[in-house]
């Protein structure tokens, strides 16, 4: 596997404890070269049997929960309790809408005010590299001019 990014996440399951098996290769492989940077483990599973009929569905989730307790991928909860999984180029943050699962990438910055206030007002420091924001979208509550059910965004 000669990308420099899969490497440096193989990298860090191992630093992690974590062995580096054909399976694990496998999942990151698709991780890195997905065409969406916003996966389900179910589409992990997919792109992965087709390299490997004989992969275990199983080793997917346990390799994508690892791989998010490291931090090498973000878990983000949309509507209807579907996980989607995101390996950001970039620190951002996810507008999540409830209405309709669209998930939106928002400026790191974002949060930068919230933080500043928060240290000045209560010493806190905020850890936000990469936060999920749920709420709705434009199309969702009407400001489009389409209604909920006749919208659509790439997901």
Same mark, same amino acid.
């Given at each position: 596997?000669?990308?420099?990014?899969? #490497?440096?996440?193989?990298?860090?399951?191992?630093?992690?404890?974590?062995?580096?098996?054909?399976?694990?290769?496998?999942?990151?492989?698709?991780?890195?070269?997905?065409?969406?940077?916003?996966?389900?483990?179910?589409?992990?599973? /997919?792109?992965?049997?087709?390299?490997?009929?004989?992969?275990?569905?199983?080793?997917?989730?346990?390799?994508?929960?690892?791989?998010?307790?490291?931090?090498?991928?973000?878990?983000?909860?949309?509507?209807?309790?579907?996980?989607?999984?995101?390996?950001?180029?970039?620190?951002?943050?996810?507008?999540?809408?409830?209405?309709?699962?669209?998930?939106?990438? #928002?400026?790191?910055?974002?949060?930068?005010?919230?933080?500043?206030?928060?240290?000045? /007002?209560?010493?806190?420091?905020?850890?936000? /590299?990469?936060?999920?924001? $749920?709420?709705?979208?434009?199309?969702?509550?009407?400001?489009?001019?389409?209604?909920?059910?006749?919208?659509?965004? $790439?997901?």
């Amino acid at each position: 596997m000669p990308d420099a990014r899969a #490497a440096e996440i193989l990298d860090r399951l191992r630093d992690g404890g974590g062995r580096i098996t054909h399976a694990r290769k496998l999942v990151v492989e698709v991780l890195v070269g997905g065409a969406s940077h916003h996966v389900t483990a179910p589409e992990v599973v /997919e792109a992965v049997r087709a390299v490997d009929p004989d992969f275990h569905e199983s080793t997917v989730y346990r390799t994508l929960d690892r791989l998010a307790e490291l931090g090498v991928v973000t878990r983000i909860e949309v509507a209807g309790g579907t996980a989607v999984f995101h390996l950001p180029e970039q620190a951002h943050h996810h507008l999540v809408c409830e209405g309709c699962g669209a998930i939106i990438g #928002a400026d790191p910055e974002l949060l930068a005010a919230v933080a500043a206030r928060l240290r000045a /007002e209560h010493g806190f420091v905020l850890r936000a /590299e990469a936060v999920t924001l $749920p709420g709705r979208c434009a199309a969702c509550v009407g400001l489009s001019g389409a209604a909920p059910a006749d919208h659509d965004h $790439p997901h």
